[in-house]
C-alpha cells in the first residue's frame, strides 16, 4: 500500500483561481514529519514546507495555505489565487522517523495554471 | 552556494553500456540518497548513505551500485544499463534527520537505448 496517495494526478485552472492539491498518508508512528516539494518545468524539486506531527495548526505563506489534519490523515495544500508561475508539480512526501529518515513520496499533482 | 551538484545532466546509454552518475554536496551533510522519477511513480529510493563509508538499499536497488569514500561525493553505478533504467536521477543530502528536509540536485536524464 502507497503511504503517500496523491489522487489528483493532474489539475488545470485559469490564474486567479484557487485551488487545492490534496495529500493522503498513512503510518505507525506517532512521530513523522509531513513535506510538499514543488518541482517546476526546470525539473529541481524544491522545498515548500515541513509539517511536525505533533503540530496541526494549519500555515499560510503569502498565497500558500497547508491544512493538515491527523484526524483523516490529510495534508492538503491549497494555492489562493493561483498563478502562471504556480505551474508545477508538487509532490507530498512523508518521513517516519524510525525508518532511517527516508522520504516516501506521492506520486505527484500536475498543476496547469493558464493565463 | 553550489548544494547539491549532479553531473552529467543528459546521458544517453546503449543496453549493456556502464556508466557512474556523481552527486557532490558542499554543505557537509551527513545523509545522502538517490531517487529516481518515473511518470506517475513520484520519487522512488534506490540507494541511501548515512556517513562516509556507509550505503544502505532503499526500495529499488536492483542493478544500482553506489560508493560513498567521502562524505560530500555519493557515487551511482550502473553496471549493466537496461531501458528498465531509463529515468531521471535525483541526488539529494541532508544533515541528519528528515526534519530539515532534502535538499535536491537538479537531476540526471538518462535514456537506455
Known amino acids: 500500500a502507497q503511504k503517500v496517495t496523491q489522487a489528483q494526478t493532474e489539475i488545470s485552472v485559469v490564474e486567479k483561481e484557487d485551488v487545492t492539491l490534496d495529500c493522503v498518508y498513512e503510518?505507525?508512528?506517532?512521530?513523522?514529519?509531513l513535506f510538499w516539494y514543488k518541482q517546476p518545468p526546470s525539473g529541481e524539486l524544491v522545498f515548500l514546507i515541513r509539517?511536525?506531527?505533533?503540530?496541526?495548526q494549519n500555515e499560510i505563506s503569502g498565497r500558500y495555505s497547508w491544512n493538515f489534519q491527523k484526524s483523516t490523515s490529510s495534508f492538503n495544500f491549497t494555492i489562493t489565487a493561483s498563478q502562471v508561475v504556480d505551474s508545477a508539480v508538487y509532490f507530498c512526501a512523508l518521513s517516519e522517523p524510525f525508518d532511517f529518515n527516508k522520504f516516501y513520496f506521492g506520486s505527484g499533482t500536475k498543476l496547469n495554471v493558464k493565463p | 552556494n553550489a548544494g547539491v551538484t549532479q553531473t552529467p545532466k543528459f546521458r544517453v546509454l546503449k543496453t549493456g553500456q556502464s556508466m557512474t552518475l556523481l552527486c557532490a554536496q558542499d554543505?557537509?551533510?551527513?545523509?545522502m540518497y538517490w531517487y529516481r522519477q518515473d511518470p506517475g511513480m513520484g520519487l522512488r529510493l534506490i540507494h541511501y548513505?548515512?556517513?562516509?563509508?556507509?550505503?544502505a538499499k532503499g526500495e529499488v536497488p536492483d542493478g544500482y551500485n553506489v560508493s560513498r569514500l567521502k562524505k560530500q561525493n555519493f557515487l551511482l553505478g550502473l553496471e549493466s544499463a537496461a531501458p528498465s533504467q531509463t529515468s531521471v536521477y535525483f541526488c539529494a543530502s541532508s544533515p541528519r534527520t528528515a526534519y530539515y528536509g532534502y535538499t535536491f540536485g537538479s537531476g540526471t536524464r538518462l535514456t537506455v537505448v
Open positions: 548513505s548515512v556517513g562516509e563509508g556507509t550505503t
Open positions: 554543505m557537509n551533510h551527513e545523509y
Open positions: 509539517r511536525n506531527s505533533f503540530d496541526e
Open positions: 503510518t505507525r508512528d506517532t512521530t513523522y514529519y
